[in-house]
């Protein structure tokens, strides 16, 4: 079994514009999620993003806090956990699409996906042989041609219910 890799190596995989979008779409509206993600994401906002100015970070202005967000993203995995958690709430009403088309494609779901109880030991290396961010994307907007989700949130969503980053199984 290969080493497993924290939460924040995701970062690896795309690109910042994309990272400030996520963060952005979490931060826009608490109430869709449920209550332990929505519990989790304010009291990890709350007592690990430091906003200049502000004793509470969710009083800040929205940019400040992507800013300051942003920051976490990269580094802390427990962190990445509580942003990533909300976020593929945003897009769950699409799961079956994805567990098609993913299972199409070969994938196998990592026993540790998608909750990831251990963000530091979370995701591990390789997706089935011949598949790339193309053949993803046509799996799934096949599976539904009237998806409405960018390729690069296919992608990360794809990532996230299966458990594994691209790249080559480490023997």
């Known amino acids: 079994m290969s080493e497993l890799q924290p939460l924040y190596v995701i970062n690896v995989f795309i690109e910042a514009w994309f990272r400030q979008e996520i963060i952005e779409n979490v931060l826009t509206d608490f ?8 519990k989790n ?13 502000f004793r509470n970070p969710l009083t800040a202005p929205k940019r400040l806090l992507v800013r300051e967000s942003e920051k976490l993203f990269e580094t802390d ?12 709430q945003l897009y769950d009403k ?9 299972k199409t494609l070969g994938f196998m779901v990592s026993p540790i996906a998608p909750a990831y109880e251990n963000p530091v ?5 390789g ?15 096949k599976e539904d041609a009237k998806l409405e ?7 990360l969503y794809s990532i996230l ?11």
């Open 31 to 38: 109430s869709v999620y449920s209550d332990e993600v929505r």
């Open 41 to 53: 994401l304010a009291e990890t906002l709350k007592t690990e993003v430091k906003v200049s100015g």
């Open 77 to 88: 995995p427990y962190f990445v956990k509580a942003i990533l958690d909300a976020w593929v």
């Open 94 to 102: 699409h799961s079956p699409t994805f567990d098609k088309a993913l």
């Open 121 to 125: 030991n979370a995701f591990e290396q």
């Open 127 to 141: 997706w089935p042989d011949g598949v790339d961010y193309p053949k993803v994307i046509e799996a799934v907007r």
């Open 149 to 155: 989700m960018t390729d690069d949130q296919i992608v």
């Open 161 to 171: 219910q299966t458990g594994y980053l691209p790249g080559e199984h480490e023997e």
